[in-house]
T-cell receptor, first 112, second 113 residues
Framework: GESVGLHLPTLSVQEGDNSIINCAYSNSASDYFIWYKQESGKGPQFIIDIRSNMDKRQGQRVTVLLNKTVKHLSLQIAATQPGDSAVYFCAEISAWDDKIIFGKGTRLHILP | KAGVTQTPRYLIKTRGQQVTLSCSPISGHRSVSWYQQTPGQGLQFLFEYFSETQRNKGNFPGRFSGRQFSNSRSEMNVSTLELGDSALYLC????????????FGPGTRLLVL
């Protein structure tokens, strides 16, 4: 399949364990954050989002945590499955100018 | 509801040629953004179109251009191709603003020889 990024940081997690993927964002004016999942050969797929007036949001098996004090975002995946293998990107959006900044991505590798 | 579609999926060109890529957004979405994705640079914003007008533009040379039609479908064009233009070109649509959740297409893989 196509390689999204040859030099991305990689997180290796045992199947069934929880995964935590971190992202440091850069713009203190960003007020909307999204996590995307990109599988080989596909475009990024929306996973979960969070607005700056929240510090936690839960979806199905995923939780996003936002710490505005240190400009940090994390994605937690519960009970990681082989299908979770992908590159995960965070994106920050500023309401001021609609500017979107994507993180470089983290490759999640599931160990059997 | 059908997702974002992009054509072609794969393309091989030689230096100096030009290329046109097409994107059909999700029905009802009026904002279309284009991105270039490479292993070294990650996702980089090219431009955004809304109601047939370019609303935002990234830091790419004038060889990269685009347009949007009345049905919200969009095309991007790259003229005088360079080897460094080899990348995955992604189109994303959203309801009305780039600041909203964007839904991506599968991308067009361009290889410049």
């Amino acid at each position: 399949g196509e390689s999204v990024g040859l030099h991305l940081p990689t997180l290796s997690v045992q199947e069934g364990d929880n995964s935590i993927i971190n992202c440091a964002y850069s713009n203190s004016a960003s007020d909307y954050f999204i996590w995307y999942k990109q599988e080989s050969g596909k475009g990024p797929q929306f996973i979960i989002d969070i607005r700056s007036n929240m510090d936690k949001r839960q979806g199905q098996r995923v939780t996003v945590l936002l710490n505005k004090t240190v400009k940090h975002l994390s994605l937690q995946i519960a009970a990681t499955q082989p299908g979770d293998s992908a590159v995960y990107f965070c994106a920050e959006i500023s309401a001021w100018d609609d500017k979107i900044i994507f993180g470089k991505g983290t490759r999640l590798h599931i160990l059997p | 509801k059908a997702g974002v579609t992009q054509t072609p999926r794969y393309l091989i060109k030689t230096r100096g040629q030009q290329v046109t890529l097409s994107c059909s957004p999700i029905s009802g979405h009026r904002s279309v953004s284009w991105y270039q994705q490479t292993p070294g640079q990650g996702l980089q914003f090219l431009f955004e179109y809304f109601s047939e007008t370019q609303r935002n533009k990234g830091n790419f040379p004038g060889r990269f251009s685009g347009r949007q039609f009345s049905n919200s479908r969009s095309e991007m064009n790259v003229s005088t191709l360079e080897l460094g233009d080899s990348a995955l070109y992604l189109c994303a649509s959203s309801l009305s603003s780039r600041g909203e959740t964007q839904y991506f297409g599968p991308g067009t893989r361009l290889l410049v020889l």
